[in-house]
């Protein structure tokens, strides 16, 4: 009995283990970044990179994201509860003036959100850094970002979206369809679990 319990474990931690490094396969972040574990999140061919720091409750995170150079992605906590209501949000799009990459954090207070309410603002936990940048030649944005978990839970939920429509210069609005209503995960980052 304990040696089949103790082969399953290792079965688990193993299967784990190859579903963390082969989403990474190929990917490398600019500065010589690197991240101790990642996930492919179940919809719109995004995957989070992160390391998880439990001596001070932080976590570094890299959220990649397909989209054209005129387009917008996102990836946000919600310490609240699952889903858009309560995220606070990182999104990163083309600036106006230079047409370079930018991000600015963002809570998301309602699904009635109107441009005005998407501004840069303080979030809900701490962030000591972001940053956003964009890669023409494989067409992906890349959100780099320094937070305190809120709680100090390992298991946060997660949003993340992306879009190519505008208002008054800010990302605004995004498909219905069932991969951008779907685009919701609970992250343990202490297992890499998603749930």
Not at 104 to 120: E, H
Request: glycine fraction near 10%; proline fraction near 5%; hydrophobic fraction near 35%.
């Amino acid at each position: 009995m304990k040696l089949t319990v103790f082969l399953l474990v290792l079965l688990f931690l193993q299967q784990q283990s190859e579903a963390q490094s082969s989403c990474g396969d190929g990917v490398s972040f600019s500065g010589g970044r690197s991240y101790g574990s990642c996930a492919r999140l179940p919809y719109l061919d995004a995957t989070l990179f992160w390391s998880y720091h439990p001596s001070n409750g932080t976590l570094d995170v890299a959220y990649r994201a397909p989209q054209s150079a005129n387009g917008w992605v996102s990836w946000a906590i919600n310490p609240t509860g699952r889903g858009m209501v309560g995220a606070n949000s990182f999104l990163a799009y083309p600036d106006a003036a230079t047409g370079s990459a930018t991000v600015i954090t963002t809570q998301l207070r309602t699904y009635d959100v109107t441009p005005s309410d998407i501004r840069d603002e303080e979030l809900t936990f701490a962030v000591y850094r972001r940053e956003a940048e964009y890669s023409g030649a494989d067409g992906y944005y890349t959100i780099y970002a320094s937070v305190e978990l809120p709680g100090n839970r390992t298991t946060q939920n997660t949003v993340w979206q992306e879009a190519t429509t505008f208002a008054g210069g800010v990302p605004y609005g995004h498909p219905l369809d069932h991969d951008h209503l779907s685009s919701l995960a609970s992250l343990d980052f202490l297992t890499g679990e998603l749930a």
